[in-house]
């Protein structure tokens, strides 16, 4: 018998436990499942045999060690910045981790001393990061092997509502964590286009934006995806001419979120005063210069340059933010201020459905002739609690945990899952429950 | 004989030694100048028997606590994240020290251990903060001690160049630190007005500007200056309505800096590839989107919504962002490459002479009478060297450690010059250096 051990319980855990306790028996593993919240674990072992709750504090050494030892594999859905703590854990006890999160410089520190240990540390194995470096290596591979010379690639992904459900003026909602949604971009987008460096401020993003067409959904809109220049690395595309990153959203969502923006009321760096008796209309307000004889509708919309009659308008007063109710919660940032008004409108409502769509856009030359390649996965969520983020941020981290524990991959320390080893195996089992990108190949005159 | 130990010869400390150097045969001090550079110190003391320089790094803890326990006060102008360590020993020695720099966080965590020990950390003793602090807080009491109840309190302070000195499009030039300059704003501007709470973010900051008058020099331009919130506090004015604080340029100025704001040119978070083989020109073009039917002046102009054809265009060319010339320095993050276009142009020349400008307006019910009182300070400096900045800073933070030295002060431990004791003969003692507040009242309808 084999031990998994699953740290964190949380919303992103609930699909990759299913998997896990779906393949037990036959594979005869048993699912060892901590949280600080042992009642949260409990529930979502749902009283199968094969699954073991309990509750688990990270900053427990003495825990941490018992059960990290006492299992033959690991999977940290913590928080990131725990991951450090239980990778140094597993490299002393000789056990392979897996994560979903961005390697940290920190985790990324910890490489010579695991391969010494001979210990993996596999990261970025959810969806963005995870399915779009598998499907973006594995195609990328296929074209060169083809004789094909990459020059452009440019990959969006987003976590959306499913056609149907997209049923308030901005066509989304919350399918994952609220916050960073909120904080979404702050880094601004650096990548490259046509062999120059490109750089874009937090404040130009929503602005600068592209379209992309979907088949069968039609057209969305993306904003660039932090630094896209470390994918050439990553990727092995050195010499490549353009390389862009970015984010979906449905079209209108941009040019909307970035009147927040320009406001300042996505700021996360400042406490503001006295949040806990303002109003969501006082909110808006703070963020203006002061004056009386106009109401605050239309003032932000000669302060940001729209039209008072407008779709934007719409969108803005859709969700309350020119409401007279109270935040009623101190000390919150800008950030968090907008974040509150926001989850009361962008819930998931329980028989809500949503969807990842990702696109990858290869433009390669191939015996002479220009090509352009689409790679498009549309996904949609069983419900409310399997969700399309869910399912597949949890079936990837599954799978390649399967496939650590089954197979001897000859490589070790801090990985991406960009090795054939590894992407080969976990893109074709997602193929089975649909997770499965659609190919499309145009002709550049 | 007491020793005056003044630790960091840069700049900033040119015109403090002068009159620290100027006073030591009456007072007789010695005055002992450490820092990193010796030859600076040397040259400062210019063979002044009465002035001694050594070689000292403010890390090497044996020559710092052989250094201040030799001392009677110390003056700290090193870079204000070094002041803690030289606090800590100044406690542990019991000297009283001074800075001209903000009050940190960690510092003022500080106070109670100086308290404990009797030893006075009097910070922001400058111009901005410091001569600010002090003058406000005076005419404060004195309008309240004559009944006046005051309303608003606004105060705005520029380091610019003197009036038949501004000779270039922008009437700007580095009189001071060019990478404060560059990174001034970041933080946005958080203020109250009329009662209300306002926060500008950095990219509208140079868009929202109010101006000035200023007697015998007219018309001024004001952005938000960081959390004028904080010094309702410091003040002691609670019920305020409205305080802000600014800083000062020129008009058109801010108009024109904006431009480097919107574009991401002062960003300070990452690094650039390639800056050793960038141009000027490839830096602009860097932050807009790639396009090649047009140039970069025409591409900005429209970007930023402009006319080519403007004084807005006739600054930025002046400044040579357009041209073809090589930055030559490898992994500058882009506020650094733009200071480094900027130090070209914007240099004070030898015989070029710099201003502070300065002024407070309260606005106050006397008698039931709404005045308001305009407290203006303008200060021109003698050259290049002795510069007005380095001359209110400098004789500033002098004549508090002189205070200091020689009167016995009931207050210790973490403290700013807001206290009678201080503030009364220092601004008594800057007058008779010419730097001096105008005073202007008038009746408000």
């Not at 880094?187 to 460096?197: E, V």
């Not at 109710?325 to 962008?346: D, S, Y």
């Not at 790679?375 to 399309?388: C, N, Y």
Request: proline share 4%; glycine share 6%; net charge negative.
């Amino acid at each position: 018998m084999k031990i998994i051990l699953i740290l964190g319980a949380g919303l992103s855990s609930t699909s990759m436990i299913r998997y896990f306790l779906d393949l037990a028996p036959e594979k005869n593993w048993k699912i060892r499942i901590g949280d600080l919240n042992v009642r949260s674990a409990t529930q979502k072992i749902g009283g199968n045999p094969f699954g073991e709750a309990f509750s688990f504090d990270v900053y427990d050494d003495l825990s941490r060690i018992r059960e990290i030892r006492q299992s033959d594999i690991v999977v940290s859905m913590l928080p990131a910045k725990m991951h450090y703590l239980v990778a140094l854990t597993c490299i002393e006890l000789g056990k392979d981790l897996v994560t979903a999160s961005y390697v940290s410089p920190e985790l990324k520190s910890l490489d010579s001393l695991a391969k010494e240990k001979n210990v993996i540390l596999m990261n970025e194995c959810g969806v963005d990061p995870g399915i779009d470096h598998m499907s973006a290596v594995q195609m990328i591979k296929k074209i060169r092997d083809a004789g094909g010379i990459i020059t452009a690639f440019e990959s969006s992904t987003g976590g959306l509502v499913a056609p149907g459900y997209e049923n308030n003026p901005w066509q989304y909602k919350f399918t994952w964590n609220p916050r960073n949604v909120v904080l979404s971009g702050k880094d601004g987008a650096r990548f490259l286009h046509n062999g120059k460096f490109k750089y874009i401020p937090y404040h130009k993003l929503f602005q600068r934006i592209e379209t992309i067409q979907v088949p069968e959904l039609g057209e969305f809109e993306v904003y660039g995806n932090r630094d896209s220049l470390t994918y050439r690395e990553t990727y092995g595309l050195h010499d490549l001419q353009t390389m862009f990153r970015g984010t979906i959203r449905r079209p209108g969502f941009c040019e909307a979120w970035d009147i927040f923006v320009q406001l300042g009321a996505t700021d996360d760096s400042y406490i503001m005063e006295e949040t806990e008796n303002m109003t969501n209309r006082e909110f808006i307000n703070s963020f203006m210069a002061y004056r009386v004889d106009i109401p605050v509708e239309q003032k932000l919309a000669a302060y940001l340059h729209f039209k008072e009659d407008s779709a934007m308008m719409d969108r803005l007063k859709w969700l309350g933010i020119f409401e007279n109710r109270k935040i009623g919660i101190p000390n919150l940032t800008p950030a968090k201020v907008l974040q509150h008004i926001l989850e009361q409108k962008w819930r998931l409502e329980p028989d809500d459905k949503d969807m990842i769509v990702m696109q990858h856009q290869f433009d390669f030359m191939l015996k002479g002739i220009h090509r352009k390649r689409y790679s498009t996965l549309v996904f949609v969520g069983e419900d409310s609690e399997h969700t399309a983020m869910s399912i597949t941020v949890g079936y990837t981290v599954a799978i390649v945990t399967k496939i650590l524990l089954e197979r001897e991959i000859p490589h070790k320390g801090v990985l991406l899952p960009i090795i054939p080893e590894i992407y080969n195996p976990v893109l074709d089992e997602l193929k089975k429950y649909g997770i499965a990108f659609i190919e499309e190949e145009i002709t550049i005159d």
